[in-house]
Structures are given as C-alpha cells and as structure tokens.
C-alpha cells in the first residue's frame, strides 16, 4: 500500500473513526490480559468483547493471588520508575550528592520503565 502511494486514503477517514477502532482495539488486549494477570484457569480466550467478559466472569473462582501480586508490582513500578528519575525527586537528588559508582545507576536511569518491569517480575515468577 506504501508502494502504491496509498496512505493518502486516511485522509478520507473521520478522527472520530480512527480514535473509536483504537480504543475498541485497546478494550479488548486489555481484557485478553486479564486471564494471565489474575491467573485464571482458562484453557481458550474467545476472541470477542462479550465472550471474553463472560468467560472471566464464570472463571474468576480461580482467581491466583500470585499472579494478582505480579501484575499489581508491575503496575505500579510503571508508574514509580520514571519518577524515581525525575530531576526534581529526592532519589535523584541523593544519587547525584553521591560521588562514587553514580554511573552505573545513571546509565539505569535511561532503561524504559516496560523493560525494566519485564526483567524484574520474570525474575521474582
């Protein structure tokens, strides 16, 4: 479609249509995610919105506390580790009255907050 020039053909579509399909498509990853982070035993997600909250609905008798730590850790340290950054936090303004070994946990500083979640949870399942 590149090559055939086109991507001029977005142009036609109202944003309105663009910003409902995005937040239809993001409704329903967010709901296919809720079988792993509350760790539900579901052999097969359907694909569809309605089969998706009726099949969490009848499964969330299996709900693993585990699982529901994991996620919860995980939101919320994608939510602290760019703050633990900022310039104006006090995490930052210790480390940098540090002298010593600052650069290691500087170069930490520029890990993205998913990848750093990624790492740490894989390690603490």
């Known amino acids: 479609m590149g090559w055939l020039r086109l991507g001029v053909l977005v142009r036609f579509v109202p944003v309105s249509v663009v910003i409902g399909f995005t937040n239809g498509i993001a409704v329903l990853i967010a709901l296919s995610q809720l079988r792993d982070a509350l760790g539900l035993q579901v052999s097969k997600m359907p694909a569809d919105f309605f089969g998706i909250v009726h099949t969490v609905g009848s499964a969330l008798d299996t709900i693993n506390p ?22 104006d936090s006090a995490f930052r303004q210790r480390l940098d009255a540090l002298q010593g070994g600052v650069t290691a946990l500087r170069a930490t500083s520029r890990l993205p907050a998913p990848v750093v979640a990624l790492v740490t949870r894989s390690l603490l399942a």
Do not use: D, E, K
């Not at 994991?70 to 900022?86: D, Q, S, T, Y």
């Open 66 to 87: 585990y699982s529901v730590a994991l996620a919860g850790l995980c939101i919320v340290g994608l939510f602290i580790w760019p703050r633990l950054w900022a310039s």
